[in-house]
């Protein structure tokens, strides 16, 4: 087993007042793609932003947080080794805004590029080759605003790409998109995890979990409740005990569709 590149021990963090993450263990290795999955409200949108260190956790003498090894972490090494695409960022970019330069100005950890914020011709061609793999290569001077949610989704992708990170943390990915661009997104992603990206899914989307992950953790009010295998974690009664409704779960071409059961409510 690789080292973890994440590692927290009796987490906790705090926001507007209130615990949002609390007694959390938890350790991510490289080379494990890892979906984390909860429902609404459980603290996936919390333990991303503690992940890109927008927000702390409260410092305890019980309690621990590395990241790549590290307790204290330097903002600019942190981008080179990881990748984050949270719910917050699609909402930072100027409507007006050329899509390559969304991409480019990630070079300099802006959202959009300065007077003195000059692209290398490497750096050009590192955002030309993102785009071009991702199938965006024909709206590279698109408006940011006249893009579609699935062109900005994957565009934020490439953005969080360009330091070549070892891992790419995506907060609901799928979020709001149609059959299309959702489907567009997932193929995206099982190819950067054939590439050897260490994706970390978080999501409350059962069937957007790719075939390529190889461990599940359920989080709910704001800790880890359970933690193994998909084939292990992505079963009826599992999935219907994380969701507190009655499920059934159908299998096909390694994804998973969830479907009532049939259960009274009552039950519940």
Not at 258 to 267: F, K, N, S
């Amino acid at each position: 087993m690789t080292e973890p590149w994440l590692e927290i021990s009796e987490g906790e963090a705090w926001l507007s007042g209130k615990p949002v993450l609390r007694n959390l263990n938890l350790k991510l290795r490289l080379g494990e793609p890892t979906t984390i999955l909860g429902p609404n409200g459980a603290g996936k949108s919390s333990l991303v932003k503690l992940i890109d260190r927008s927000l702390h956790p409260i410092v305890q003498p019980h309690s621990q947080f590395r990241l790549f090894g590290q307790t204290n972490v330097n903002l600019w090494d942190l981008r080179r080794h990881i990748g984050v695409l949270n719910s917050e960022l699609e909402q930072r970019f100027p409507q007006s805004l050329p899509a390559a330069e969304v991409v480019l100005s990630n070079f300099f950890g802006s959202t959009r590029l300065g007077r003195d914020q000059v692209p290398t011709a490497q750096q050009q061609q590192v955002a030309r080759n993102l785009m071009q793999r991702l199938g965006l290569e024909t709206i590279l001077n698109q408006r940011y605003g006249d893009l579609s949610d699935g062109q900005r989704r994957r565009l934020l992708i490439g953005r969080a790409l360009v330091h070549d990170p070892d891992v790419l943390v995506l907060d609901e990915p799928s979020r709001a998109l149609d059959l299309r661009a959702c489907h567009q997104l997932i193929d995206c992603l099982r190819q950067l995890c054939r590439r050897g990206t260490t994706v970390v899914q978080v999501t409350h989307r059962i069937e957007t979990i790719l075939p390529e992950m190889e461990r599940v953790l359920f989080l709910n009010h704001g800790t880890i409740c359970a933690d193994g295998s998909p084939e292990d974690m992505l079963s009826a009664d599992r999935l219907s005990d994380l969701f507190s409704t009655p499920l059934s779960v159908v299998e096909s071409g390694g994804f998973r569709h969830v479907l009532p059961d049939g259960t009274t409510w009552d039950a519940w």
